[in-house]
């Protein structure tokens, strides 16, 4: 990498992994780090390659949006992953990701909150997202790359105008962290949830999800395919699926869509 580039021995020095991470691929400038993953898979790299780039410059994150990223201020990252566990628990992996993330970012000093299904927030201010794909490998088995984007260092006038105020960065939050610690912190988290999640007890990390997020019994609006859902945040169920308790006291599952918190109960 060039200089001010990531540095792969400040994180090797910093992971303790027995596998994610141990095969580093670093990127000066990539469409997706997430596709360098799968194309990696295809070229027949195992479970627990990283790809880390400098710049993306067509990062997403879920259902297809754009991840805005800032060159040398964030961290992009994705993990190739063979998983061992049945399909279903798939579903399950951003709430996986993003509780390890949360858990590396404690390790660094920061208290991240999760946002259903697959955010952090700081401050009430995005922080970091995930996105998961899974495919299947040629030999018939299950692959997932678990992409992250966290917002290192980014400045306030750095993001585009319709994010200031609504996203932030460690930097801006009095955090300033290197992305190689939070590269490290966040794999070391992971592959002990991920392992756990797999070879032993799947609702585990669930479990783990629920009882370190702050939403519940709070107001959220939910934008979902079939429409906005108004209500309480009830709980977590075992597949994953968030469940409000609207106005009418019904309890309503939700597999996937938007959450707002904090939105008043006023007239739908």
Sequence with gaps: MADGGFDRARFASRLTTRRLGRVLRLRAETESTNDDAWDALAAGAGDGLVVIAEHQTRGRGRDGRAWHDVPGRGLALSVLLHPACDRAALATAPLVAGLALARGLDALGVDADLK????????????????????????????????????????EPEFPPELQGQATSLAIAGHPLDRESVAAAFLDALEPLWDEHQEG????????????????????????????????????????????RTR?????????????????????
């Design 201 to 244: 007890d799947p609702q585990a990390a669930i479990a783990a999800w629920h009882a370190r997020a702050r939403c519940w019994g709070q107001p959220v609006r939910v934008r979902t395919p079939g429409g906005v859902i108004e209500g309480e945040a009830l709980t977590l169920e075992p597949d994953g699926a968030l469940v409000v």
């Design 116 to 155: 259903w299904p697959n955010d952090l927030v700081l401050a009430g201010r995005k922080l970091a997202g995930i996105l998961c794909e899974s495919r299947l490998r040629t030999d018939g088995g299950d692959a997932i790359v678990v992409g992250a984007g966290v917002n290192v260092s980014q400045r």
């Design 248 to 268: 009418d006291g019904v309890d309503v599952r939700v597999l996937a869509g938007d959450v707002t918190p904090g939105v008043a109960r006023g007239p739908a």
